[in-house]
């Protein structure tokens, strides 16, 4: 697993990364972005909080948008952000949509031809990554880490979390798609990639997860109430009442006026980042 380091610089007195690397499970090049805050930089192994972003981004939006650096500097917290989905896999329509194919990989593992051979995220990021992580950063302490997200990346969030409790300490969401199920963007993506057997979808529906049965300590989620999004794609109000039904801690947070774009996730990160430290340090 040889990384390759794409840039570097000094932020905040950590380091800001971008590596590449070949990715058995998303069949070639990946790239990630990685935070390394000051404490991490002088050796001290320091927890890890993997940010997955929505449709249309790639390791770079958050990275540059989100202005996470200087309170995880604070913290000392190191910040994962990886591609959202496999590139140039030479698939028929892979980069016609926005919301399907490349920058859309919606963090599961798909089961039909031809996505089947590269569209692997769940497995990516639960896996792969933190064993390519394990191997070149002895800094990044994997026994911490927390899961966060914004829109397609929150329900990456949300579901990778809650499948995996004993891994992920801490779960947040910006705008996250909560029942991809019920959903035009998760419905297209998971018939494309599952196929039309909703048996299946199950397993990456955060809202379907906690009704039966998955849990994580409690899990902040902020959205705000003018996204354009929100009534036909993202509707919180559904997890929320799963999460009631099922005694999930949850604080979800209307946020008045604030709309789907990074300028919402960079006003509140630093709210998310001292939830994730609250669990993690
Ligand atoms: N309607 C938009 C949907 C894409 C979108 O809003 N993407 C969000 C995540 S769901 C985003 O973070 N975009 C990149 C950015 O703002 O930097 C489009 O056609 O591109």
New binding site residues.
Partial sequence: MVLKQISEAKCFGGAQSIFEHHSERCNGAMRFSLFQPPQAVRGERRPLVTFL?????TEE?FTV?AGAQRVAAELGLNILAPDTSPRNQGIPGEDES??FGSGAGFYLDATQAPWSGAYRMYSYISVELPQVLAKNFESIDLSRQGIMG????GHGALTIGLRNPETYLSISAFSPIVAPSQVPWGQKAFTGYLGEDRQSWADYDATALVLSGHRSGGILIDQGDADQ?LAEQLRPELFASACQTAGQELELRMQAGYD???YFIATFIEDHLRHHATALL
């Fill in positions: 972003s929505g449709l249309t981004c939006n948008k926005y919301d914004h829109s397609m990346g999004f789907h774009s990074y």
